[in-house]
């Protein structure tokens, strides 16, 4: 009898558990929107060091831009990295932009192109001028590896 159980048990688990996460995901979107940086950063953490990758973002935009902790874009890519790695289109964005300006990453045109063509291919608008405007800066062999890079991944994380 205990066995019948204990499936219902430990999906009704998982399901509260994951509205938690979606609750403190939440709470940390309000405290920053209303300036209270440290409440975002103590919520958001836990969440990105679990692989939560909407929380990943979010602590990227803090360290990119400054807002609550040390401006530090390095941490800012680490961040970006690990939600970008897993689809986040507006991470996937950012990187582009780190790649072609250095910023807490070496420059790397064919890495911001390649992170630049998996955002566009959400649809994310800001990576599409940013491809236009790094196409100039390119050679076409440039190009094709960026291109191929992006492929692969896609491939490798199918939506």
Not at 70 to 83: N, R
Not at 108 to 125: F, H, K, L, P
Request: no cysteine; glycine share 8%; proline share 3%.
């Amino acid at each position: 009898m205990k066995r019948p159980l204990f499936l219902p048990v430990l999906l009704l688990t998982l399901i509260s558990g994951l509205s938690a996460y979606s609750a403190d995901l939440d709470k940390g979107v309000h405290a920053f929107q209303k300036g209270d940086f440290a409440t975002a950063l103590r919520e958001w953490t836990p969440l990105a060091e679990h692989g939560n990758a909407k929380a990943q973002y979010n602590l990227g935009l803090m360290y990119r831009k400054g807002k609550g902790v040390p401006q530090d874009d390095k941490t800012a890519a680490k961040w970006h990295t690990l939600a970008a790695e897993q689809g986040h289109a507006k991470a996937q964005n950012n990187l582009g932009v780190m790649y072609a300006n250095g910023l807490g990453v070496a420059r790397d045109y064919i890495r911001s192109y390649m992170w630049w063509s998996i955002s566009a291919a959400q649809g994310a608008n800001k990576a599409k001028i940013g491809l236009g405007e790094l196409e100039t800066r390119m050679s076409q062999a440039e190009r094709e590896t960026a291109q191929k890079l992006a492929r692969e991944w896609m491939e490798k994380h199918p939506k």
